[in-house]
Each structure stands twice: as structure tokens, then as C-alpha cells.
């Protein structure tokens, strides 16, 4: 029988990887990361890693069906037993309910959703802000690694340039689309009473800290 199942939700710059690495360790739960599912069921030939392959090779998104399926036969193994984080999975409320259906025929459920919370403008911060050198492509980060002197590379002093993926604007309006579909997926599970929001502005070690005292909360509650 499977174990408690703990969904993970937040935005994309919420720090969501980095946080169910550290509970996984701490709970002693599967880290199942639906990013790693894929590449290793197409790594190992699965037929239906063979099935998404089909779709990422017309560079087309999985459908809905095969990666519950994926994620189904990820769950039937044995490790699944002691317990779950998923990361990255579901990703719409379609998913949601396709994943209590996948349970419930497991005799389980997903027993706590702990949401990072973070605001849209720390995201804009964190997910934009990238320079490149024109030189080399060196890399530098606004808020995490600003050069020594602005627009200048530390290391050859060439200029430094902004790609278009990571302009402010172009971040801003693919966070907006992606807030958007998560937070239907958080009203999906305030809905069945295991949603736990976390203040995500913290420092790492403080938000896993809190993760963890709200998944605890949660999962008692429930019963
Ligand atoms: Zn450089």
C-alpha cells in the first residue's frame, strides 16, 4: 500500500527542487520529480517512456494521460511505500484530478499539498535579472551574483547584454500565464482541506523548517 503522498506546489523561482530534495531526506519519502520520471522511463524504454518519447521527439507536450501513467507505474514501486514528494507534478487541475483518481485505486491519497508562496515581483527578480558577457558568456545574476561594476564583466571587462528570454517583460508575462494555472491547482487542494501554505521569501533552511511543521499539521489533522 502506498504511503503518504505529499504534492508540492509553487511557482517556477519558488525554490520548489531544492525543498523537496531537503524533505524527502528529512521525511525519508521518494523524491519523484516528474522532469527525472520522464528522462529515465524513455532512458530505460518503457513502452510508455517509448509513448512520450513519440510526443518530446515532435517536440510536442506529453499528454495528460501518459504522464499519469508514468507516474502510476512510478508509484507502484516499492520505495513509493514509504512515502511521496511529487515536484512538478500536476501541473493543472486536469492532473489534480486524474492523480486523486490514480490514488484512490492505490488505496491513497495525496495527504498534504504544502505551497511555497512567493510574491510575483521577488519571482520577476529572481527568474529575470540574468546578464551575459558578450565575450565569453559569463553569467551574472542582479540579486545573486551582481558584477563588480554594472554592464561590465568581471572577468574580461566586456559588455554585458540580456537575452530576450530573460528581459523583465518577457519574464513577467510568462510567470503571469504560469501563476495563473497553479493557482487553480492550490484552490483544487484548499478545496480538499490539505493545502498549507509556506512563506517562501524566507531563508532556505527557515522554509524547509516551515514546510515540514505544516505538512505535520496537515497530515494530522487528516487523520
Ligand atoms: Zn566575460
Redesign the pocket.
Known sequence: MIGDVIVLLGAPGAGKGTQAQILAEKLEFAHVATGDMFRDAVADGTPVGLLAKEFMDKGELVPDEVTIEMLDERLAEPDANLGVILDGFPRNVAQAEALTEALEERGGKVNAAPYIEVSEAELVRRLGGRWI??????SYHEQSKPPATEGV??????E?YQRSDDKPETVKARLAQQLGVLGEVVEYYRGRGVLAPVDGSQPIEKVAEDLLTAIETVVKKEG
Open positions: 558577457c558578450r565575450a565569453e558568456g559569463h564583466c568581471d572577468i574580461d571587462g566586456s554585458l
